[in-house]
């Protein structure tokens, strides 16, 4: 291309603006997928924030899920058999519940009778299952409910709720690792370490 022909460059100038153009379009486009995703995510908080928060101490509405095999689960039977119940709310596509879901399942594990514990999600995805096969978690205490979440206004994941035997609120809380998971869990026995 001469230097004195500007058809040359006016052509190159306008391909290069074309390319740029379809550039940000595809950004565009992307990031409204994005907003699309976060839109549906947090549109049952709405909702949530309608009712009355549940406060420690105070009776959980009755709660019943699905499990992966399929079957109801009534986690005011479970309690009232003198255990207290710990459900974790997960995501399959949340890095932190990757990690913090075998971690709740070993304490689950070894605390013993005393403990009934649950991975709550809202889908009954492959997905889910291979996320609580990873955690070893057994698929009756994998539960698929996106009601308990709203019932019990849990906003950010992964988040665990603990009723006790009595069908009481005893811990509600965002847990970011295992130290936090274990403080949580530390209060339902605090004459012995999580």
């Not at 908080?45 to 420690?56: E, N």
């Not at 710990?86 to 399959?92: D, Q, Y």
């Amino acid at each position: 291309m001469e230097e004195g022909n500007p058809v040359g460059w006016l052509l190159l100038s306008n391909l290069v603006l074309l390319a740029v153009v379809v550039g940000i379009g595809i950004v565009v486009l992307s990031l409204a997928r994005q907003i699309g995703v976060l839109h549906e995510r947090t549109a049952p908080l709405g909702l949530a924030r309608q009712t009355p928060p549940v406060r420690v101490g105070e009776r959980l509405p009755p709660l019943v899920a699905t499990n992966l095999r399929g079957d109801d689960v009534d986690l005011d039977r479970v309690a009232a058999a003198g255990t207290h119940v710990a459900l974790l709310f997960v995501a399959t596509d949340c890095p932190i519940c990757r990690t913090v879901a075998p971690v709740f399942q070993q304490r689950v594990d070894s605390a013993g009778a005393g403990l009934a514990g649950y991975l709550v999600s809202d889908a009954a995805t492959g997905a889910y299952r291979d996320h609580a096969a990873a955690a070893r978690v057994d698929p009756d205490r994998c539960l698929v409910s996106g009601v308990l979440a709203l019932q019990l206004q849990v906003r950010m994941l992964p988040f665990l709720v603990v009723m006790d035997p009595d069908g009481r609120l005893v811990a509600r809380e965002l847990v970011q690792g295992a130290r936090a998971l274990d403080r949580a869990l530390a209060a339902l026995w605090p004459d012995r370490t999580a």
